[in-house]
């Protein structure tokens, strides 16, 4: 088998491996939803490489984008992704 390219735009497997698909499960069944999804974002070159590229595939990218729009239409979420978020990077973008 080969290894994950450390370069975020290494070709991704078709498919998870057993083993991978195994290891996600055992992580995610002792982590909160926003500690396992930082733990695949964040992961360099770990088995959670498959699910990184997935996230970001150009399939991916209506879900995600579906998922934001979720997020800002919800009255906390809207504020919370405004003020702690969309805020500090848009000043980042401008200066």
């Not at 992961?43 to 209506?62: K, L």
């Not at 579906?66 to 200066?95: N, S, V």
Request: charged share 25%.
């Amino acid at each position: 088998m080969l290894s994950p390219s450390p370069s975020p735009f290494h070709h991704r497997r078709a498919t998870p491996t057993q083993q991978d698909r195994e290891h996600a499960r055992k992580k995610a069944e002792n982590m909160g939803l926003f500690e396992f999804l930082s733990l695949v974002l964040e992961a360099p070159g770990s088995s959670f490489a498959y699910y990184r590229s997935s996230f970001y595939g150009e399939h991916s990218s209506s879900r995600l984008l579906h998922l934001f729009d979720l997020i800002w239409k919800d009255e906390k979420g809207h504020e919370a992704l405004k003020k702690t978020w969309m805020f500090p990077h848009a000043l980042e973008l401008i200066c």
